[in-house]
């Protein structure tokens, strides 16, 4: 299919595109045992889409069952490594050829624009699947360097059932850096998807039966936190459990390992990260630039949003006056549309989150410099401008909390040490930035920052073949690349001790 659609011709698929609807248990889509549904909403328009199962404890009971079947008879860890490889290199490939159906259930369930759906969410996911299955038949285990009496071998195993809940953000990609290794691994699978954004997540498991991953190896439970959710993390057959999602709930995640077996937990949370430009940045219109995608790009849903703009005072106002510039050429619009690059928030209570942090930076008393409004109401649609505000300081709740929207705090520092200790004084530590042309300022700050990624002299760049993870309170753990199998599997040293050598 062509992907150089108009707004026309996707409002006409929205119209027609089939809303996928059931759980998928041990390789047959489903509705939920106590027959419940619930209506995901397009939060462009706030009209509903549909209804989908809504899986509680009684369905995780029955998606874990099949979850441990298939991996106790080995029907998936137990086939050749290359054949597993082609089934997830044809899974891949489905994924890119439904480029378009995928795109537009996203947009649609979760508000963000078509161009990102289409150039970003569903190549990554498939680029992620294709990565870890091409890796399935490339990594060796480890023989130790032990006398000569005996033979240890240090072998990776897959852990068993993993159960991964993943939030709305980037629902197909949070869902694929945890299924590609988890897969990739030999374990069988029970993915949760956020309730807001369940649509792709239930397609993507129907892609992966179709190219032939086997029945039981991949189950999705559409359904709410509280209840599918918490009854994954406390369920004594769950091997291992992958989160992404707030702090908040990423903490409750660990309870629930505690109250129950001791589940290994991998937690990917949230961020308040912070993008330092210093003066002696040599372009920063480059860095405004990069400020100003960094926070608004996606509607400032990003857990590495750089929400917190930490500027030497001597460029402050230039750089300020620069990401205006950038903000004017991106407002709100329909989602649908491929020129919109800022879509709609993911729904309406997520909205009055973030006018309510708005709000509160007014009465802390940071000047409100950009935005700050709902927009295109008439739509019924979640829209908010992009937001600045100046004059931040750093214990501000502003600048010290997650706001998940797209609002920037921009905090005013008179040197390179000071930026460093402003950045650092969070309970986050997901991603972080810093311009300068000096490579020893460069690699001073870069050392001292306490978080996952760190950016020199750009934003979000990325790839699969790199860790992603957060320090502090943003995670346990690390997504993305082969250190990403260490959540997924076990280690066993197997010593063999050897006569007559
Ligand atoms: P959330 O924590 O509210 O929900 C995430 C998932 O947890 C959802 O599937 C939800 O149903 C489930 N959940 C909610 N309450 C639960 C409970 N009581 N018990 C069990 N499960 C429960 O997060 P969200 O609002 O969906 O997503 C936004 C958050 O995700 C932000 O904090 C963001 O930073 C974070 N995030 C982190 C990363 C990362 O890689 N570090 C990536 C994307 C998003």
Known sequence: MSNSKTLADWQALAHSIRIPGQAIIDGKACDALSGKRFTPINPANGQPLG????CDAADVDVAVAAARRAFADRRWAGMAPGQRKRIMQRWAALIDEHTDELALLETLNMGKPISDSLSVDVPATSRCIAWYGEAIDKIYDEIAPTASNAL????????GVVAVVVPWNFPMIMAAWKLGPALAAGN???LKPAEQSPLTAIRLAELALEAGIPAGVLNVLPGFGPTAGKALGLHMDVDALAFTGSTDVGKLFMQ??????LKKVGLECGGKSPHIILDDCEDLDAAATAAAWGIFFNQGEMCTAGSRL???????????????????TLQPGDPLDPATSLGALVEHKHMERVLDYIRIGQEEGATLY????????????AFVQPTVFSDVNNSMRI?????????LAAIRVKDADEALQVANDVCYGLGAAVWTSNINTAHRISRGLRAGVVYVNCYDADDITVPFGGYKQSGIGRDKSLHAFDKYTELKTTWIRLTGC
């Open 51 to 54: 209804d989908v199962a809504e």
């Open 256 to 261: 629930y390992a505690g109250q129950s077996n």
């Open 152 to 159: 240890a071998t240090i072998t990776r195993e897959p852990v």
């Open 310 to 328: 930490i500027v030497h005072e001597k460029v402050y106002d230039r750089v300020l006056a620069k990401i205006a510039e950038v903000a004017a």
């Open 399 to 407: 600048a010290q909390e997650e706001i998940f929207g797209p609002v």
């Open 370 to 381: 950009l935005g700050g409004q709902q927009v295109r109401q008439d739509t019924g649609g």
């Open 188 to 190: 069988s699978v029970v």
